[in-house]
């Protein structure tokens, strides 16, 4: 059982940026790989980035590459998503989710394990 919880969400201006930060209560973290969703209102859940176990490899869904990075720090048990050049179109919440699949992955499927969700409102 591995419990995740985000934080950093909130309001800002268009063009600006946020950090999300997603804590998980697992020793084992590392044994994760690490994926961040969003879902806006009305629509479904959608992959947003992932990222691997030791943190060498991650991607992205085309409309954040260049703007948004995962990063981790597995001696926190921590992962980030840093987002720049914020757009109103990247309002939603934002959840943070655990896999034990190897290969990083979009599928919603594959994480087994989700948190809370933070709300991420960017106004233009």
């Known amino acids: 059982q591995v419990l995740l919880v985000e934080s950093g969400g909130g309001l800002v201006q268009a063009g600006g940026s946020l950090r999300l930060s997603c804590a998980a209560s697992?020793?084992?973290?590392?044994?994760?790989?690490m994926g961040w969703f969003r879902q806006a209102p009305g629509k479904e859940r959608e992959f947003v980035g992932a990222?691997?176990?030791?943190?060498?490899?991650?991607n992205y869904v085309d409309s954040v590459k260049g703007r948004f990075t995962i990063f981790r720090d597995n001696a926190k048990n921590t992962v980030y998503l840093q987002m720049n050049s914020l757009k109103p179109e990247d309002t939603a919440v934002y959840y943070c989710?655990?896999?034990?699949?190897?290969?990083?992955?979009?599928?919603?499927?594959?994480?087994?394990?989700w948190g809370q969700g933070t709300q991420v409102t960017v106004s233009s």
């Open positions: 990222i691997g176990r030791s943190g060498d490899t991650t």
């Open positions: 989710a655990a896999s034990t699949i190897r290969t990083l992955t979009s599928l919603r499927r594959a994480y087994a394990y």
């Open positions: 697992s020793q084992t973290f590392s044994n994760y790989a």
